[in-house]
């Protein structure tokens, strides 16, 4: 466990990039509204440009994986972080500046499909949810540690300064974390699964060893070269009666984890307490804590995905999210929010989420799909997922200033009702189960999924 760990928490890393990129933003969009004279469309492509190169790379991860290999893949990825991270801190025009976060979008995309996958592909069957589970962690540090570096830049100058200079140190400092990631990539071993996908058995063993000890290594080796001889690999087998349902719960959750606002509240959380009445430096300090809060509990789940299982946790989160959702709309409705407790419940959600739709729905993405066809099937989804995420980011400000924030926060509020009705008809339990037994389970449409899969 201890080589297993450490190898997960470094392709885990990628899950940082993820978190300190998607979330930088935050803290620069008010300076760099303010310097390039943004519409709130504008503000709105801002923040969602990123995402464009997301859906790219997401696309394109699975077939880049498959081919060449989730290594070298992710080592492709770091560098397209880098140049994003350069490129975004130095530009004088606006343009300059979308492009370069399309760069680095591209990086993340292959990031969120990749490592998550990787994590699954390496995984003992016990301890998987936690492992993949890393990733989620790792996305919430970056969020996190992202909120501490845009206040301490925020305050180093004046606003002047923080106009003309201090968001471009917000985004260059993404440099320092896209080099530690690219280095400790060469340090990792590549995806026996893949190893064995590509016809080299003898070079995965090792790998194999390492995680189950001997008997269990060779058995696992015969159970992936079945597992292959039994699949097309062809997208179209995603489509077949025993998998269209695989299908389904994989887009269909990715997409509710976006359009339940989540991100809409990360990007734009000094926003929406403004609008409370909080000045500059208060909505930094509260969106460190919505920051602390992500931390927090997102290490609470992975304590618990593998001991309490993956559905019970969506639905409890999704419940939460939804009352918590509903009683913002209600204090902006009444038209005097009171900024505690719209900080309060803004809390409660990012709580509810951390622990359910943030890790478990990549946990889910990663090991509910067969060998062969797992990184374009997870490709496909993490594509659904971060076109929903632009959406939402792209609508969010036009929405809140013309529908209104009560309007915008129960929209989500009944997306969010809509995902615990999806988790609870659709979603089965896959907790303790190899990522072959999930697939024979599909392939024998086996599964109910109103209770856990169950035993093979």
Request: charged share 15%; net charge positive; aromatic share 12%.
């Given at each position: ?312 946790l969506l639905l409890g989160g999704s419940a939460l999210m939804t009352v918590s959702l509903f009683v913002i709309g209600l204090q902006f409705h009444s038209g005097e929010p009171s900024g505690l407790l719209v900080l309060i419940f803004i809390l409660l959600y990012v709580a509810a989420f951390a622990i359910s739709l943030g890790p478990v729905v990549w946990v889910l993405i990663s090991e509910i799909f067969p060998n062969r066809i797992r990184g374009k099937a997870t490709a496909i989804a993490s594509m659904a997922l971060w076109m929903a995420d632009y959406v939402v ?64």
């Amino acid at each position: 466990m201890k080589y297993v760990t450490l190898v997960s928490m470094v392709a885990a890393l990628g899950g940082l990039l993820f978190g300190f990129d998607t979330a930088v933003v935050s803290g620069a969009i008010g300076f760099m509204k303010e310097r390039f004279n943004l519409s709130e469309i504008e503000v709105g492509w801002a923040v969602s440009s990123l995402i464009i190169g997301c859906i790219i790379g997401a696309a394109s991860a699975g077939v880049l994986g498959d081919r060449f290999g989730r290594k070298k893949v992710l080592l492709l990825a770091a560098l397209l972080f880098i140049i994003g991270s350069i490129g975004s801190a130095i530009p004088d025009t606006f343009t300059g500046y979308i492009i370069a976060r399309i760069i680095g979008g591209l990086g993340i995309g292959i990031t969120s499909t990749l490592c998550p996958l990787y994590n699954a592909e390496i995984a003992p069957a016990k301890y998987r949810g936690r492992l993949v589970a890393l990733n989620q962690f790792a996305t919430v540090t970056g969020i996190f540690l992202v909120y501490f570096i845009n206040l301490w830049i925020a305050g180093y100058g004046d606003d002047a300064w923080d106009v003309s200079t201090g968001w471009r140190w917000m985004f260059g400092f993404g440099v320092i974390p896209g080099l530690i990631f690219f280095v400790l990539l060469f340090f990792v071993p590549e995806s026996p699964r893949w190893l064995i996908k590509q016809g080299k058995a003898a070079e995965s063993l090792p790998i194999l060893l390492r995680i189950h000890g001997e008997e269990l290594a060779r058995q696992e080796v015969l159970e992936i070269k079945e597992s292959f001889k039994q699949e097309s690999g062809s997208i179209r087998q995603l489509f077949s009666p025993a998998l269209k349902l695989a299908l389904i719960v994989g887009v269909g959750l990715a997409v509710l984890q976006q359009v339940t606002g989540i991100n809409a509240i990360m990007y734009y959380a000094p926003e929406i307490f403004k609008q409370t009445g909080a000045g500059t430096n208060a909505s930094l300090v509260q969106t460190i804590l919505v920051g602390l809060i992500n931390f927090l509990f997102t290490i609470l789940a992975i304590w618990l995905i593998d001991k309490v299982g993956r559905k019970p946790l969506l639905l409890g989160g999704s419940a939460l999210m939804t009352v918590s959702l509903f009683v913002i709309g209600l204090q902006f409705h009444s038209g005097e929010p009171s900024g505690l407790l719209v900080l309060i419940f803004i809390l409660l959600y990012v709580a509810a989420f951390a622990i359910s739709l943030g890790p478990v729905v990549w946990v889910l993405i990663s090991e509910i799909f067969p060998n062969r066809i797992r990184g374009k099937a997870t490709a496909i989804a993490s594509m659904a997922l971060w076109m929903a995420d632009y959406v939402v980011s792209q609508t969010f400000p036009p929405m809140l200033s013309s529908a209104g924030p009560a309007m915008t926060f129960w929209i989500f509020g009944f997306m969010s009702l809509f995902t615990f009705i999806f988790t609870w008809r659709v979603v089965p339990e896959t907790q303790g189960k190899s990522l072959e037994e999930i697939e024979s389970l599909w392939s024998a449409k086996k599964i109910n999924v109103t209770q856990k899969l169950p035993e093979a």
